[in-house]
């Protein structure tokens, strides 16, 4: 999961050196957190969102496939 949402940060934003992802693992589900520079925040979440909820969607269906609960955070 971690790799996956790493190649879909490094593939919207201008500067893929700085995008950094940690994934904890919590009792009940996995937590992934996504960081990026500043200026690429924007490219990350989209218009109302909708890049992050189609990440979340994503991760979400590979996650359920492995019979997983995943959490993406963008920080």
């Known amino acids: 999961m971690k790799e996956l949402v790493e190649i879909l ?3 919207l934003v201008d ?4 995008v950094m992802v940690n994934m904890i693992e ?5 937590l992934i957190e996504l960081q990026v520079a500043r200026e690429d ?3 990350v979440i989209g218009k ?3 890049i992050a909820k189609a990440i979340r969607a994503v991760v979400k269906v ?7 609960k995943v959490i ?3 920080i």
């Open 41 to 43: 925040m924007g490219k």
């Open 72 to 74: 993406v955070e963008i």
């Open 48 to 50: 109302q969102g909708r």
């Open 15 to 18: 500067q893929p050196e700085k």
């Open 9 to 11: 940060a490094k593939a």
């Open 26 to 30: 919590k009792d009940r589900a996995t």
């Open 62 to 68: 590979a996650a359920a496939r492995q019979k997983k």
